[in-house]
């Protein structure tokens, strides 16, 4: 079965970039979205199609995605970006999300 | 605006079943696919099963195939997850979410969610 592979966790300076990379097998043929959760909260979609900003979301996020790897990156880092990051793609009518990505902002 | 909301969780032995329902409001609910994702205590996001806003289109993971039923009644702006033969490993937070399109295959995302119900799966 198809895998993402994300990193546990990031550490990221407040106002520095923050990157969280997701990893399966040809990625970049496929569309890479990702989600943002708080603690006790549901999930927020961040980007989805590789690079579109969901409605709502702030400039300072923005994503890619190439080869094996999508990224999620975070500019100008906020204290309120810290939060649990899923990235998620379809795979032959499955989708797949990673494990998540832990971001500390301190 | 745009409101999913869950319920049907609770309380299930091993063996048993549950309906989950999830009401929405604020849409034109027939024209996106939705889907349910599950979240158990501590751990990262499963997917579990989608259905096309025409419901013509489901799609489930292979951890409850043959087990999960998704169905939506467009009528009633409803999206419904029948689970049956629960096992110990399905109790989670579970979510009901909308899709960006009618079509699972254009659904590449999903935009708005609920705030999830919980299923305990115990003797």
């Known amino acids: 079965s198809y895998e993402l592979i994300q990193p546990p966790s990031v550490s990221v300076s407040p106002g520095q970039t923050a990157s969280i990379t997701c990893s399966g097998d040809e990625l970049g043929n496929k569309y890479a979205s990702w989600y943002q959760q708080k603690p006790g909260q549901s999930p927020v979609l961040v980007i989805h199609?590789?690079?579109k900003r969901s409605s709502g979301i702030p400039e300072r996020f923005s994503g890619s995605n190439s080869g094996n790897t999508a990224t999620l990156t975070i500019s100008g880092t906020q204290a309120m970006d810290e939060a649990d990051y899923y990235c998620q793609a379809w795979d032959s009518g499955t989708m797949v999300f990673g494990g998540g990505t832990k971001l500390t902002v301190l | 605006e745009v409101q999913l909301v869950e319920s049907g969780g609770g309380l299930a032995q091993p063996g048993g079943s549950l309906r989950l329902s999830c009401v929405t409001s604020?849409?034109?609910?027939?024209?996106?696919?939705m889907t349910w994702v599950r979240q158990a205590p501590g751990k990262g996001l499963e997917w579990v099963a989608v259905i096309s806003g025409s419901t013509t289109g489901t799609y489930y993971a292979d951890s409850v195939k043959g087990r999960f039923t998704i169905s939506r009644d467009n009528s009633k702006n409803t999206l419904y997850l029948q689970m049956n033969s629960l096992r110990a490993e399905d109790m989670a937070v579970y979510y009901c979410?909308?899709?960006?399109?009618?079509?699972?295959?254009?659904?590449?995302?999903?935009?708005?969610w609920g705030q999830g119900t919980f299923v305990t799966v115990s003797s």
């Open positions: 199609q590789d690079n």
């Open positions: 604020g849409l034109n609910f027939s024209r996106y696919a």
């Open positions: 979410a909308k899709g960006l399109d009618i079509t699972v295959a254009a659904s590449d995302a999903f935009d708005i």
